[in-house]
């Protein structure tokens, strides 16, 4: 590849603010173009009519864009996407094709890429027909990348590999690490506030900033790990999950850093309350009588108030103790506790709400043999939709957890059994997760590999395995998060 | 830009080869940062100095960015590094740059090209607001987080967490910047161990429900989830032309159309706009409201009056005014189902309307600091009566009009009305207050608020004195000649004449016996020849005959000793002469045009002239 220097271009300095909003409509501008293609690369062969419209509308996108620029460059930096220096910002709307872009870069082991004029459409084809190819795992995907399109004589799209700052790897482990440590965290802050000794808030906020990070670097995985109940106690596994979960839809919501610390944080403490709960209510293995309703209902107005009566009071968001309180009242104000003026909820509560319930009910429980699995929560949600749940927030967190929510057991067509590892970001392939296979056609467990079930025979065009079936983990022994955890070893 | 010149210089760690340069002009950058940083210590932000020298970090950071395109700072306890060498020290521990960012866990800094001026200027300003900070209160890595700035990164490894975590929960000493973990602490705290043998033991039967659905292929996924992906397809790729007619954002969300992805943002816009006082106020109630233990609910209402009076010290008179209105609600929704909790409330809103609270108001106002007169003077209003002193003192110490005149409104609401109330607020020590009153009772008219002038006969500030006397010369009534006649007593002589110019010339023998009695007494002769003027000029006024007998025998009258009160008198009964205009009188002063003395003689001349040109006012003074 040609990596001559191509100099600035000597144009009137562009006041900062001005920069940064063209950059980015333009940055998002190709980037819708560049998914559309690069997706259907995978679909189409180069002389496919559709996709050579689509290479031509990006080239024509690219060729408008040189008149004023001189290069049209992406590159990832500290999990941002710029573009041509100025960092992308995605809304509720982009962020599906923003994670593409992630991904495809990462598995491509790819750190900037960038168009440069002098492109012929015909180039262009020849990148986007090397760039959707798939190779071989066992090959370097950069060197192999680059290699071919060297051999297609691809001069005007210049790739640069990751830094070693942005690679991917031991991403597990380390996400594994903060999730128990998460744990770890909220157990010594329930013990601090039965001794009324002073929470670590500024701990606190540096594990959402860590939880945050590991969810823009490694979703699926983080969001797998919530898969994972009863670890230790279950309150203090569940309020985890809770922020876990807050924080990755508050992340697809386009929450700001800012936001997205408070709302970690009031996910984290939702719970407090129940440290007031006595444990043979929380854990009584029979429905509760009305006494005892009333006392776990009690729980949210005793969390905003142990929040309330922090020394740290001050340094905590309000909205902490808005989602203590509001937790459990539904959208349409039913549900407890009973405002007696208001008649709103917090936004922050309207999404704990949610991530709440779904980690709950997907969770066994002495009282409760069998848990929902995470696809017949979303349902069971679902119907609920804008009477207990935020119906927009609702449909947000659906789009998240997938048709086959992150840790599902399913049965393939192929008679395989395994587990769904990443959800398939792409609208049409919602059905088409990754899935971590665990047994054969036979039925004899594996310890196998994960596979794109979006992936088609090139061949054929048809798609060798297809999900035909959920199935309940616990009824065959298996353990969800094992698969995970493993991977973290 | 060349993406590979500029991974070449950014990634090749601590065995790379040095730029000697790019050393240099590094070393150049965090001196002058640190600088800089000592002198957002020192100065505001906008101080000239401060601004020379963000302008010069954001020259050399420039020039450095726009050569190498990335700057990249290691930090260790005391020193900065470039490719692992040290670039600066600083073993300072108060002041020490390096170890400010090294005890929260920061390990790398690096500065992007396209880093303008505004993101320098807010990164300092990160830096000195953190380092202002209480221990405890401040991390720069989660106030770097928060920024979430375009070209400055960092890296802060979960380690250093994990090192916090640990120490916290171990009880033990903290060792801030520590990024490797006891190995005793990481034992106990994370161990993932997973025994992976059992994937690939033994085999996995189906049950029969389950062979059953999948032979029949009856359940693929939930029909509620797939029914809220209205463009949910698994095909080719010719569904991305189904999805014309929604806009590209929409396009890329299968689950929101355009309209609920505005309803969400307007959700969001919504959530960053509310008022956290107002939020805060408002789940207290509930929380209030849903309070069952009497002992939680005092010790609520106990963190609420602190509030309540830290946003009167504050000036969040807006937010005091809300907590008294909502907690006197809820006080009346509580009134007959429980006594108990009422009549807390009710001391409650005693503390909040107490003195405390106008002395809190009393301090912010005498500190001099910005006030929100809108919002104090609704709360003034809102305490009422007890407030009504402050409202008077703060009349005269507010310069801005439109906050005094909302000042006068609080007071003239406060009293209702009531004018005998309203002078209680009058004093010395309030002349403007002083003034608007009699402003507010010139206007009422009344024989009432004529009544409450007497008032001012015992004050000593001049300037009301003659506000007083002026407004009361808008009164026709008997008693406002007494009032002014009492002001004829004052100590002050503008005091004195303006009273006088302003008497009612009415026929009342007894007053007119005691002025004719007066001018005669001794302190009459210690009078000014223009006091005198005035008050015979009054008595020419009244037309009476008596005074009419005076004013000529005082005209005609020869003195022994010529002396300047009877120069005085004299010249101020042609004053009195020329205000009776009677034949009468015009005798007289033809008579005196013949007198020995020759400023009576032109003093009578002048005012027969005047009064042959017809009225001109009232001579001799004008009433000011």
């Not at chain 1, 903060?178 to 744990?183: A, D, E, T, V």
């Not at chain 1, 985890?240 to 997205?260: Q, T």
Request: charged share 30%; with cysteine; hydrophobic share 40%.
């Amino acid at each position: 590849m040609n990596e001559t220097t191509v100099p600035s271009p000597e144009k009137p300095a562009e006041p900062p603010d001005q920069r940064r909003k063209t950059g980015q409509k333009a940055g998002v501008e190709l980037l819708i173009h560049f998914h559309i293609v690069a997706k259907n690369a995978r679909l189409y062969e180069t002389n496919n009519t559709l996709f050579q419209e689509q290479v031509r509308a990006l080239f024509d996108f690219l060729d408008v864009f040189f008149k004023g620029q001189q290069e049209a460059s992406f590159e990832v930096r500290h999990s941002s996407l710029f573009f041509n220096g100025v960092r992308l910002k995605f809304g509720l709307a982009s962020y599906p094709i923003f994670k593409f872009i992630f991904e495809e870069f990462r598995i491509r082991d790819i750190g900037a890429l960038s168009f440069r004029p002098g492109l012929t459409p015909e180039e262009l084809g020849r990148f986007i027909a090397a760039f959707g190819k798939k190779g071989k795992s066992a090959e370097l995907p950069f060197d192999r990348l680059t290699a071919d399109l060297d051999a297609a004589g691809v001069e005007n799209v210049r790739l640069q590999k990751v830094l070693d700052a942005e690679t991917f790897s031991s991403l597990h482990r380390d996400t594994a690490r903060i999730f128990f440590l998460s744990i770890v965290h909220l157990k010594e802050a329930f013990e601090r506030d039965q001794k009324d000794e002073k929470l670590t808030l500024n701990t606190t906020r540096r594990l959402m900033q860590s939880i945050f990070n590991h969810l823009v670097d490694n979703e699926s995985f983080m969001v797998g790990l919530t898969n994972l109940k009863n670890f230790d106690d279950y309150t203090l596994n569940h309020s985890v999950n809770v922020c876990v979960l807050a924080l990755a839809l508050g992340r697809r919501l386009g929450l700001s850093h800012g936001e997205l610390v408070d709302l970690g944080l009031a996910a984290f403490f939702h719970d407090l309350g129940k440290l007031d709960t006595p444990i043979e209510i929380l854990n009584k293995p029979a429905a509760l009588n009305d006494e005892e309703r009333g006392i776990i209902e009690r729980h949210p107005h005793q969390g905003a108030e142990k929040l309330l009566h922090l020394r740290e009071f001050s340094r905590l968001p309000l909205r902490a103790i808005h989602v203590a309180l509001e937790h459990h009242i539904k959208e349409d104000l039913s549900g407890y506790p009973r405002y007696f003026k208001r008649r709103d909820i917090n936004f922050f509560s309207k999404i704990v709400k949610i991530v709440d319930f779904f980690d709950a009910v997907t969770s066994k429980r002495v009282y409760r043999a069998d848990a929902f699995s995470r696809a017949q929560a979303l349902s069971l949600m679902l119907e609920n939709s804008g009477t207990e749940f935020n119906s927009l927030i609702l449909k947000s967190f659906v789009h998240l957890m997938g048709v086959f929510p992150i840790g599902t057991f399913v049965a393939l067509d192929t008679g395989e059994l395994g587990i769904v590892f990443d959800a398939n970001p792409e609208t049409r392939f919602l059905l088409r997760p990754k899935v971590k296979l665990i047994t054969d056609a036979e039925g004899k467990r594996i310890d196998g590999d994960i596979v794109d079930l979006a992936e088609a025979d090139p061949q054929t065009g048809a798609f060798p395995r297809t999900i035909v079936k959920t199935l309940d983990p616990a009824t065959y022994g298996i353990e969800v998060t094992d698969y995970f955890l493993a991977e973290a070893q | 830009m060349d993406l590979k010149t500029r991974q070449g210089s950014l990634s090749s760690g601590d065995n790379r080869i040095i730029d000697a340069k790019a050393f240099d002009k590094a070393g150049d950058i965090v001196r002058h940062m640190a600088n800089t940083v000592s002198s957002l210590k020192l100065f505001p932000a906008d101080h000239a100095t401060v601004g020379r020298f963000v302008d010069g970090l954001a020259d050399k950071l420039k020039s450095y960015l726009d050569l190498y395109g990335k700057l990249e700072i290691g930090i260790n306890e005391f020193s900065f590094m470039y490719a692992g060498r040290i670039l600066y020290t600083d073993e300072t521990m108060i002041k020490s740059l390096p170890l400010f960012f090294f005890k929260d866990g920061l390990q790398i800094l690096y500065f992007y090209q396209g880093l303008d001026r505004t993101e320098i200027a807010d990164f300092l300003d990160i830096v000195r607001r953190e380092s202002q900070k209480p221990a405890e209160d401040s991390d720069i890595v989660t106030a770097l987080w928060k920024e979430d700035f375009a070209n400055i990164q960092y890296y802060a490894p979960d380690d250093y967490l994990e090192n916090r975590i640990a120490a916290e929960r171990g009880g033990g000493e903290f060792a801030f910047g520590r990024t490797s973990l006891p190995a005793e602490l990481e034992q106990e705290i994370i161990e993932i161990k997973v025994d992976t043998s059992k994937f690939t033991t033994g085999k996995i039967e189906l049950i029969g429900a389950d062979r059953e659905a999948i032979r029949k292929h009856d359940v693929v996924a939930e029909p509620n989830i797939l029914n809220v992906l209205p463009s949910y397809a698994e095909g080719t790729g010719a569904e991305e032309s189904s999805e014309s007619g929604r806009s590209p954002a929409a396009s890329m969300d299968p689950m929101l159309n355009d309209a609920e992805i505005g309803e969400l943002e307007e959700l969001i816009r919504t959530n960053r706009t509310i008022v956290p006082d107002e939020e805060f106020l408002d789940l207290m109630v509930e929380i209030l409201f849903l309070e069952e233990d009497i002992g939680h609910f005092s010790t609520t209402l106990d963190l609420l009056l602190e509030y309540y009076f830290d946003q009167v010290q504050h000036g969040g008179f807006g937010m005091a005014i809300l907590f008294i209105e909502k907690i006197t609600e809820i006080r009346d929704h509580f009134a007959l189902p429980n006594p108990e909790k009422t009549g807390r409330l009710n001391d409650f809103l005693k503390k909040t309307t107490g003195a405390k609270t106008l002395d809190a108001a009393r301090q912010l106002v005498g500190s001099g600091q910005p006030v929100a007169w809108e919002g104090l003077t609704r709360l003034l209003r809102l305490l009422g009566g007890p407030a009504l002193p402050l409202a008077a003192d703060f009349y005269d110490s507010v310069s801005d009009p439109d906050a005094r005149r909302k000042i006068l409104d609080v007071i003239v609401a406060g009293t209702s009305g009531d004018s005998g109330f309203l002078i209680g607020l009058a004093g010395d020590e309030r002349p403007l207050l002083s003034k608007d009153i009699i402003g507010l009772l010139r206007k009422e008219k009344g024989k009432k608020a004529l009544s409450h002038f007497t008032q001012f006969l015992r004050f000593r500030n001049k300037e009301i004195k003659l506000a007083a006397v002026e407004a009361l010369g808008d009164f026709t009534d008997e008693l406002a000649n007494h009032v002014l006649m009492g002001f004829l007593e004052d100590g002050d002589e503008d005091v004195r004449i303006q009273a006088a110019l302003r008497l009612n010339p009415v026929e009342e023998q007894s007053r007119i016996r005691r002025l004719i009695r007066e001018t005669r007494s001794k302190a009459f002769r210690g009078k000014s020849a223009r006091e005198i003027t005035v008050i015979l000029n009054y008595l020419g006024r009244t037309k009476t005959p008596e005074a009419t007998a005076f004013l000529k025998k005082t005209l005609l009258k020869k003195a022994f000793l010529p002396s300047a009160h009877n120069l005085a008198m004299r010249l101020g009964s042609v004053a009195g002469m020329e205000s009776l205009g009677t034949e009468e009188a015009k005798k007289a002063l033809e008579s005196g045009t013949r007198t020995g003395k020759k400023a009576v003689r032109e003093a009578c001349a002048l005012a027969l002239a005047r009064l042959a040109a017809g009225p001109t006012g009232i001579p001799g003074e004008k009433a000011s």
